[in-house]
């Protein structure tokens, strides 16, 4: 069982928990892209440096997790997909067709990563496997699961929470969160959450 599973970290499916074939799985990266790619999970493995990062994922709901991510740092998937002058947003969807968009200089040196473990494991179909993002410092509905499709565009695009009331940037605001790892509800400053 997967550390978030363990954590009893809330499962969240606007489309339903989406269970895909991680061999059959590919991830299409288009748009305004010098290099447009269809990926396999073992090429996103292998043709990109891996790395480890230890970040909170925070929903707007209320409630935040700590965990060690597997996958690729956003920084490097960029320098190899390189983006061109004119994209400035990047549109996630989800095999389910979840949608949602996010700025690109939101996006940079901010350890963003596209994540396909948790502590060395797998990442859990409920968790949004075999492939999602995860932006430490925006609200949780901006890292998208199930991830089936990035674009990068010129416009921006509203998506499924955004076009529900939530805001575009999705900066965490100050306030107070439940932390998941320590069953504790405590206050947040605003941004990334690394006060715990
Ligand atoms: N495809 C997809 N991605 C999604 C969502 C969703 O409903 N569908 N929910 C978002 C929200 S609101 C949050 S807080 C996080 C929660 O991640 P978790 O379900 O892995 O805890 O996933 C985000 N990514
Ligand atoms: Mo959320």
Request: some cysteine.
């Amino acid at each position: 069982m997967s550390k978030l599973k363990e954590l009893k970290t809330p499962v969240f499916a606007a489309e339903g928990i989406q269970y895909l074939n991680p061999t059959d799985y590919r991830l299409k990266v288009t748009g305004l892209v010098d290099n447009p790619r269809t990926l396999s999970l073992s090429e996103l493995q292998t043709q990109f440096p891996n790395t480890t990062s230890n970040s909170r994922l925070t929903s707007v709901s209320g409630w935040s997790v700590r965990a060690n991510w597997n996958g690729i740092s956003w920084d490097a998937f960029v320098q190899l997909i390189k983006p061109k002058e004119t994209a400035r947003y990047v549109v996630f969807t989800s095999s389910g067709d979840y949608t949602t968009a996010v700025w690109l200089t939101d996006l940079a040196g901010m350890g963003a990563m596209i994540v396909w473990g948790v502590e060395g494991e797998p990442l859990e179909e409920e968790y949004g496997g075999p492939l999602r993002i995860i932006i430490p410092h925006l609200w949780g509905y901006k890292s998208c699961k199930w991830l089936s499709k990035m674009d990068f565009v010129a416009k921006y695009i509203t998506g499924y929470w955004e076009l529900r009331g939530y805001s575009h940037r999705a900066q965490i605001e100050p306030g107070e969160t439940f932390d998941v790892n320590t069953q504790k509800y405590r206050p947040i400053g605003g941004g990334e959450v690394t006060e715990f």
